[in-house]
Structure formats: structure tokens, C-alpha cells
């Protein structure tokens, strides 16, 4: 298993503003995956992010809005940039150890004002 | 492609009744079977998972098995507590990048 520590578990922001979460794993893991989970929704992959390469976003998002760096094997970060309250979601990161099984971290509900 | 679709909620029961939760899915190749659930205000938590068909997974008093004849994972419990309210996602992962394909999640709400 792995354990994933994030934060902000939670945060209340302006419009217009910019949000980091970070994402921390007590093991070394190859993919780290992004999601969002809108109110009332299932999950949606933002991205996948691989140590030492750029990471791969999804359809409907891009970099200028969620940039992230994966600067080891052990960490990541989400920006969630200019944002509007549509950004208002719980952001979710998640590893993939051993392939198919995901682990979670609590995720970070994000509110904008 | 792949897709899972899930029975919809809310589903409200009894405590110690019955809870079935209809889960069924498409897809290409092998791919593994999962239900993760979600309790108030926290994460995603893996609840119980199988890799192959016939298969049967089980964790907390929950079980599933994978009926590829019926592409179907169905989550099951004898007697549900007031504790099990959450939400709870089917999942079926895509042995060839290991993403996961995500049911839309069904609240279950248990009355005492």
C-alpha cells in the first residue's frame, strides 16, 4: 500500500487567485495522478504526472490553467491557477505502486469565492 | 471504450437490511475490478477489488464477484450499519495505462 499525505486539506480563495496543493507519498512510486471531483460527482483525471517528464493532461484541461511539477518520486504539486468558482471542487491525488490499484490521498476541498 | 455505469442514488435502507449495489461495465481485454468508497468528508478509500473473472472480493462485510458473462461486479452486504452511509464508486482500470474508469458514484444513506 502507500500512504499519501496532501495539502491544503482544505482552503477558501478569491477569485483571480492561484492555489498549490502538494502531494506527498511515503514510498517510491513511477505515475501520480491528479482528479477532480466536482460537488456531487464522480472522479475526472485532470493528469497523469511522471517523474522527469512532462505530465500528460487530459481532454478539457491544460497546463496554463493546473501546471504541475514532479520533481522526485515521492512528490508533486497541483497550481490551480486564476481562479473562479467553478474551480471549487475537492482536488485528489493518487499513486499506482504496484499498476491497477489506486491509493488516495484525503484530497484537498478548495472553495472560490 | 471502456465505461462503468452504476445504479443511481440515493439509495436509503434500514439499518441491518440488505444492500445491493448494481454496478456493470464494457470493456476491451481484462481489465481489473474495483469498489472504492467514500465517507463523509474524506477521501477515496479502496474497499475491496478483483483481478480476474469469477474472482471475489471482500473486505468490512462487502463482497463483490467479477461475472464476465454478465460484465457485471455487483457490491452486496448481508446487514448494513449506520457507519457504511458513504459513497461508494465502481471502477474498472485499463491494464494498458492503469487508469481507472470511474462509475458515477451511489450514496448510501443507512437510517437507524
Known amino acids: 500500500s502507500a500512504v499519501i499525505s496532501q495539502k491544503p486539506s482544505r482552503d477558501i480563495c478569491q477569485r483571480g487567485t492561484s492555489l498549490t496543493i502538494q502531494c506527498q507519498v511515503d514510498?517510491?512510486?513511477?505515475?501520480m495522478f491528479w482528479y477532480r471531483q466536482q460537488p456531487g460527482q464522480s472522479l475526472t483525471l485532470i493528469a497523469t504526472?511522471?517523474?522527469?517528464?512532462?505530465?500528460?493532461?487530459e481532454s478539457g484541461f491544460v497546463i496554463d490553467k493546473f501546471p504541475i511539477s514532479r520533481p522526485n518520486l515521492t512528490f508533486s504539486t497541483l497550481t490551480v491557477s486564476n481562479m473562479s468558482p467553478e474551480d471549487s471542487s475537492i482536488y485528489l491525488c493518487?499513486?499506482?505502486?504496484?499498476?491497477?490499484?489506486?491509493?488516495f490521498g484525503e484530497g484537498s476541498r478548495l472553495t472560490v469565492l | 471504450g471502456n465505461s462503468v455505469t452504476q445504479m443511481e442514488g440515493p439509495v436509503t435502507l434500514s439499518e441491518e437490511a440488505f444492500l445491493t449495489i448494481n454496478c456493470t461495465y464494457t470493456?476491451?481485454?481484462?481489465?481489473?475490478l474495483f469498489w472504492y468508497v467514500q465517507y463523509p468528508g474524506e477521501g477515496l478509500q479502496l474497499l475491496l477489488k478483483?483481478?480476474?473473472a469469477d474472482d471475489k472480493g471482500s473486505n468490512k462485510g462487502f463482497e463483490a464477484t467479477y461475472r464476465k458473462e454478465t460484465t457485471s461486479f455487483h457490491l452486496e452486504k448481508g446487514s448494513v450499519q449506520v457507519s457504511d452511509s458513504a459513497v461508494y464508486f465502481c471502477?474498472?482500470?485499463?491494464?494498458?495505462?492503469?487508469?481507472?474508469?470511474w462509475g458515477a458514484g451511489t450514496k448510501l444513506i443507512i437510517k437507524p
Open positions: 493518487s499513486v499506482a505502486p504496484r499498476g491497477g490499484e489506486l491509493f
Open positions: 470493456a476491451t481485454g481484462y481489465p481489473s
Open positions: 504526472a511522471n517523474q522527469g517528464s512532462e505530465a500528460t493532461y
Open positions: 514510498s517510491q512510486v513511477t505515475m
Open positions: 478483483a483481478t480476474k
Open positions: 471502477a474498472l482500470s485499463d491494464p494498458s495505462n492503469y487508469q481507472l474508469i
